[in-house]
């Protein structure tokens, strides 16, 4: 089955806010973390389901050499990208109307 992204506009923020922040901390390191994430997203459209439950029906892939995690929910052939949140943040204390 082929799976289709769909991104919050939470998620699209958070993506944008950490690719400054890294590109602050050295130049070309917000393109590294675009990279990442692109790398993890590919992996999702091939298996969504392969990472666990960490929410009722909410998955996290974790993205490789940067701490952040992608918070996803699988509802058909989409893959629903609500939050792309720094490992040291609670999941558990999104707002409720995610």
């Known amino acids: 089955m082929a799976f289709r992204l769909k991104f919050s506009s939470r998620a699209l923020r958070e993506i944008g806010e950490a690719q400054e922040w890294y590109e602050l901390q050295s130049p070309g390191l917000g393109e590294e973390f675009i990279a990442a994430m692109e790398l993890q997203l590919k992996r999702l459209e091939q298996a969504p389901l392969l990472y666990a439950e960490v ?9 490789p050499r940067f701490p952040y995690g992608l ?9 629903h990208i609500f939050a792309v949140l720094h490992d040291a943040r609670n999941p558990r204390r999104w707002p409720k109307n995610r």
């Not at 929410?55 to 993205?63: C, D, S």
């Not at 918070?71 to 893959?79: E, P, S, T």
């Open 71 to 79: 918070f996803y929910a699988v509802r058909g052939n989409l893959i």
């Open 55 to 63: 929410i009722p029906n909410v998955r996290r892939a974790l993205l």
